[in-house]
């Protein structure tokens, strides 16, 4: 007998992530330049980690209250407040999660009931349709166009609205794009989604990285507070992605929801990275607008070497990732991936990873050295130039 047989249907219909299939071939490697898993090559800065350091030191290892330590949430209240001007209260409006990806799975599985419709602009983040299909629901892959940046509209929206239509999920800045939303493009999405009774989770955690002007922050738009989760977390801003340390906004009713599961299954944030967290929203913002500065950098390194190379990409204006278009090659984004890691040990990320719309992409993350992604350019080079010979 095979034991597959008895694992549950969800779960064999999703694939694993195509992110880590590069991944596990390139630590089997030697001399791998890794383009592939989103996460900063910094280390934490060090006054968070001290902030750790010393909370052990003085007996902080216990549980915490299931939404948090109150002066984490309390902190993560303010900085809403003094940034967007948005009132969440620390005591009903604010959970902190196992990194923003237990925020997503508790508000899947705290809304959705079997059968309801989750409208997703496509490319996405890798787990956003494993979490609906996991919650119960159906995830509706909505295709965003390169030639509007990647941006959705009402207009793209609308075909894929039915009757089991109940959220819509955005990612902005985008993973794997790197694309943005500017005011007037939420202004719209906003509209939409208020006169279809929509709920909207709207995951920010890349709002920090943002290059071309300012993030927007969904929940500032007329009558989205409410309406909203919001989604965010420490990962990328602040290099603290192994501290697991995320958080969800919204009204009282979705956060006590999210909180019931979180109780059952969770029970809490690990407590040394909720004092890190704490630390990191009270005095780590300089180290954030550093390393903010380097992406930067690294940003239009990259960008300017794929035009160089004849690879036609969107500018990123967020996140860290660039997407270029590799049809040229003749190859498709698998074949593209595998015979790169193999002949020149470059590993970046097909675009079908992030859905069907990504085909005839890849992902490369530039949260490496300058030194790094100059000689990833130098061999996707020699690579391109191989094939077409």
């Given at each position: 007998m095979s034991w597959s047989e008895k694992l549950s249907d969800s779960v064999q219909s999703i694939a694993p992530s195509g992110i880590r299939k590069f991944f596990d071939i390139a630590a089997k490697m030697k001399d791998v330049i890794s383009l592939g898993v989103g996460e900063p090559d910094f280390v934490t800065p060090w006054s968070i980690r001290e902030s750790c350091v010393y909370g052990l030191e003085h007996g902080y290892t216990s549980y915490t209250?299931?939404?948090?330590?109150?002066?984490?949430?309390?902190?993560?209240?303010?900085?809403?407040?003094?940034?967007?001007?948005?009132?969440?209260?620390?005591?009903?409006?604010?959970?902190?999660?196992?990194?923003?990806?237990?925020?997503?799975?508790?508000?899947?599985r705290a809304v959705l009931n079997p059968g309801d419709e989750v409208l997703i602009p496509e490319p996405c983040y890798v787990s956003y349709q494993a979490c609906?299909?996991?919650?119960?629901?159906?995830?509706?892959?909505?295709?965003?166009?390169?030639?509007?940046?990647?941006?959705?509209?009402?207009?793209?929206?609308?075909?894929?609205?039915?009757?089991?239509?109940?959220?819509?999920?955005?990612?902005?800045?985008?993973?794997?794009?790197?694309?943005?939303?500017?005011?007037?493009?939420?202004?719209?999405i906003a509209d939409f989604a208020d006169v279809n009774d929509l709920i909207v989770i709207s995951d920010e955690i890349y709002g920090d990285l943002t290059y071309s002007g300012v993030h927007e922050c969904f929940s500032t738009l007329p009558k989205m507070k409410d309406r909203t989760i919001l989604l965010n977390g420490f990962s990328k801003a602040y290099a603290m992605t192994g501290w697991r340390i995320g958080y969800a906004l919204s009204n009282p009713d979705f956060i006590a929801a999210m909180t019931k599961i979180h109780q059952y299954t969770m029970l809490c944030a690990p407590i040394t990275a909720q004092v890190a967290a704490i630390e990191a929203l009270t005095n780590g913002e300089k180290y954030m607008k550093?390393?903010?500065?380097e992406y930067d950098r690294r940003r239009r390194l990259i960008y300017d070497g794929f035009k160089k190379l004849g690879m036609d990409s969107f500018e990123p204006k967020g996140a860290f990732y660039i997407f270029p278009n590799i049809t040229s090659s003749g190859l498709t984004s698998e074949e593209f991936a595998e015979k790169l890691i193999l002949s020149e040990h470059v590993a970046l990320v097909p675009g079908t990873a992030f859905g069907k719309s990504g085909a005839g992409h890849v992902r490369c993350s530039y949260a490496t050295s300058i030194e790094k992604i100059s000689e990833a350019l130098n061999r996707i080079g020699h690579f391109l130039k191989k094939h077409a010979g």
């Open positions: 209250a299931n939404r948090g330590m109150f002066e984490l949430r309390d902190a993560i209240s303010n900085y809403y407040k003094e940034k967007y001007n948005l009132d969440y209260d620390a005591d009903k409006e604010v959970l902190v999660t196992v990194g923003v990806s237990e925020a997503l799975d508790l508000a899947m609906v299909t996991l919650a119960g629901g159906v995830p509706i892959s909505v295709p965003a166009k390169i030639e509007n940046e990647f941006r959705i509209t009402p207009e793209e929206l609308e075909p894929f609205l039915t009757k089991k239509t109940k959220v819509l999920l955005i990612g902005y800045p985008n993973n794997p794009t790197g694309a943005i939303m500017e005011r007037e493009d939420l202004l719209k550093k390393m903010v500065a």
